[in-house]
């Protein structure tokens, strides 16, 4: 088992759609949980954290946590055509150095 | 965030040659890391570099293949060694900000050809 499974996609939503992102992880000590976006030939930009139970919302994205169930997602709301990328989820090891392990990353298609 | 640079961003390298790369930040960090994607793959953790300490290396990943060095607190270097085209990959540093955080923060990373 993945320590950090994503579907590779693509998800392919029109523009405006709300885009759901999902991830599990298999390590129930985990505590910190991210999201990254990475457009092609470009290095990871990080878009969202979340530490507890439940949603954060910040502008146009919720990232959405449960830890009972070792899940956490992504909505982007109103999506638009530059939304279109990879998003890689990544979950801190329960191990020192805050270890961040990433998923393979989803690839999102937003069409105009 | 922190503003970090690497160098060189891209290169081409016959097998058997090292190269190194460099990874400055605007700021001091008490950690770097060193992370490889290869193509179409996620990233996959390298080593973690702390200032005046050996790096520490993840499994798959040894020191006489990636010999780090962490001289100060603004500034590492990744050595890739005796290098084959399994190693064309990009690799990338980060650092967390602000220092002592929990995000991590990316370089633009160096894309390393070896033909």
Known sequence: ?112 | SAVISQKPSRDICQRGTSLTIQCQVDSQVTMMFWYRQQPGQSLTLIATANQGSEATYESGFVIDKFPISRPNLTFSTLTVSNMSPEDSSIYLCSVHWPSGSNEQFFGPGTRLTVL
């Open chain 1, 1 to 112: 088992q993945k320590e950090v499974e994503q579907n590779s996609g693509p998800l392919s939503v029109p523009e405006g759609a709300i885009a759901s992102l999902n991830c599990t992880y298999s390590d129930r000590g985990s505590q910190s949980f991210f999201w990254y976006r990475q457009y092609s030939g470009k290095s990871p930009e990080l878009i969202m954290s979340i530490y507890s139970n439940g949603d954060k919302e910040d502008g146009r994205f919720t990232a959405q946590l449960n830890k009972a169930s070792q899940y956490v997602s992504l909505l982007i709301r109103d999506s638009q055509p530059s939304d279109s990328a990879t998003y890689l989820c990544a979950v801190t090891s329960n191990t020192g150095f805050q270890k961040l392990v990433f998923g393979t990353g989803t690839r999102l298609l937003v069409s105009p």
